[in-house]
C-alpha cells in the first residue's frame, strides 16, 4: 500500500488566490512527521512546513499553512494568495519512527502552475 | 550558512561506464541521505549515513551501488556499471541528527542521463 497519496497530478490557480494540495498517509505508528517540499525546475527540493503527529495545532509557515486531520490521516497543504513563483512540483512526505528513523517516503508530487 | 553542495550538476554516461557523485552537506550535519528521483517520481531513498556509518541501505542495489562517507563529512555516491533505468536525479540531503524533529536539508541534485 501506498504510504504517502497524491492524487491531484496537476493544479491550476489563479494568482493572488488561495489553494489546496491533498495529501493522505498511512501508518502505523503513533510517532511520525509529516512534510512538505517544493521542487522548481531547477530541482532543488526546498523545504516548506513539517507537522508532528503529537501537535495540537496544524503548522504555519508564512503563506503556507497544514490543515492536519489525524483521523483521516490527511495533510493538505494550503496556499494563500499564490504568486508566480509558486509554479513548482510539490511534494508530501513522512517521517516515521523506528529502524529507519529520519528517513522520508514520499508522495508522486503534484504540479501547481499559477496564472497570472 | 551554506547549503548543501553537490557536484556534477549533470552528467550523461554510456551504460555500462561508471560515474561518481559528490555531496558535501551543511556544517555540522550529522546525517546524510542520498536519494534517487526518477522522472514523475518523488525521491527514493538509496542509502543514510549516520556520522560514517551507514543507518540504511535496505534499498541501494549493491550490486552496483555504493557510497561511503569518510570521516563523517563529504560523501560519494558510485555506480558501476551504469544501466538505462539509473538515468534520474541523485540528491543529497543532510538533518543535524536523527532523533527529535530536524528537518533534512536538500541539495541542487546531479542529473543522470544513461544512454
Known amino acids: 500500500a501506498q504510504k504517502i497519496t497524491q492524487t491531484q497530478p496537476g493544479m491550476f490557480v489563479q494568482e493572488k488566490e488561495a489553494v489546496t494540495l491533498d495529501c493522505t498517509y498511512d501508518?502505523?505508528?503513533?510517532?511520525?512527521?509529516l512534510f512538505w517540499y517544493k521542487q522548481p525546475s531547477s530541482g532543488e527540493m526546498i523545504f516548506l512546513i513539517y507537522?508532528?503527529?503529537?501537535?495540537?495545532q496544524n503548522a504555519t509557515e508564512g503563506r503556507y499553512s497544514l490543515n492536519f486531520q489525524k483521523a483521516r490521516k490527511s495533510a493538505n497543504l494550503v496556499i494563500s494568495a499564490s504568486q508566480l513563483g509558486d509554479s513548482a512540483m510539490y511534494f508530501c512526505?513522512?517521517?516515521?519512527?523506528?529502524?529507519?528513523?529520519?528517513?522520508?517516503?514520499f508522495g508522486q508530487g503534484t504540479i501547481l502552475t499559477v496564472h497570472p | 550558512e551554506a547549503g548543501v553542495a553537490q557536484s556534477p550538476r549533470y552528467k550523461i554516461i554510456e551504460k555500462r561506464q561508471s560515474v561518481a557523485f559528490w555531496c558535501n552537506p551543511i556544517?555540522?550535519?550529522?546525517?546524510l541521505y542520498w536519494y534517487q528521483q526518477i522522472l514523475g517520481q518523488g525521491p527514493k531513498l538509496l542509502i543514510q549515513?549516520?556520522?560514517?556509518?551507514?543507518?540504511?541501505d535496505s534499498q541501494l542495489p549493491k550490486d552496483r551501488f555504493s557510497a561511503e562517507r569518510l570521516k563523517g563529512v563529504d560523501s560519494t555516491l558510485k555506480i558501476q556499471p551504469a544501466k538505462l533505468e539509473d538515468s534520474a536525479v541523485y540528491l543529497c540531503?543532510?538533518?543535524?541528527?536523527?532523533?527529535?524533529?530536524?528537518?533534512?536539508?536538500f541539495g541542487p541534485g546531479t542529473r543522470l542521463l544513461v544512454l
Open positions: 501508518t502505523s505508528d503513533p510517532s511520525y512527521g
Open positions: 540531503a543532510s538533518s543535524p541528527a536523527l532523533a527529535g524533529g530536524e528537518t533534512q536539508y
Open positions: 507537522q508532528g503527529s503529537y501537535d495540537q
Open positions: 556544517s555540522g550535519h550529522a546525517t
Open positions: 549515513f549516520q556520522n560514517n556509518g551507514v543507518v540504511d
Open positions: 512526505a513522512m517521517r516515521e519512527s523506528g529502524t529507519s528513523y529520519g528517513k522520508l517516503t
